[in-house]
């Protein structure tokens, strides 16, 4: 029984769409709507703060990101205290 009633619906559409060309365009627009509803809920979905998945992301991000700067502020110290006990052989005397 619901099967004909989607028929006739689809038949109904189509019929219009046959026949009136702004119908088709309004169709087509529908379509890109929903299609951007589904992007714009697929990107909420992915990048929203309030998602406790997106939160651990954004702080593992972070960490790693602090850890990467704070290695490579230690080798500069690191490599600036090793220097500076080296002699200085840049006075031009051997």
């Known amino acids: 029984m619901t099967y004909y009633v989607w028929l006739g619906l689809f ?7 046959v026949t009136d060309a702004s119908v088709a365009k309004y169709v087509v627009l529908l379509g890109m709507e929903a299609r951007l509803n589904y992007e714009k809920l697929k ?20 960490d790693k990101l602090a850890r990467e700067l ?18 200085d052989n840049t006075s031009g005397k051997q």
């Not at 038949?11 to 769409?17: F, Q, R, S």
């Not at 909420?44 to 651990?56: A, L």
């Not at 704070?70 to 002699?87: A, V």
């Open 11 to 17: 038949a109904i559409l189509a019929y219009l769409i």
């Open 43 to 62: 990107w909420w979905v992915r990048y929203s703060p309030d998602n406790p998945i997106v939160r651990f992301q954004i702080k593992r991000n972070a």
């Open 70 to 87: 704070f290695d490579e502020y230690q080798n500069k110290i690191d490599s600036r205290s090793t220097t500076s006990q080296q002699p």
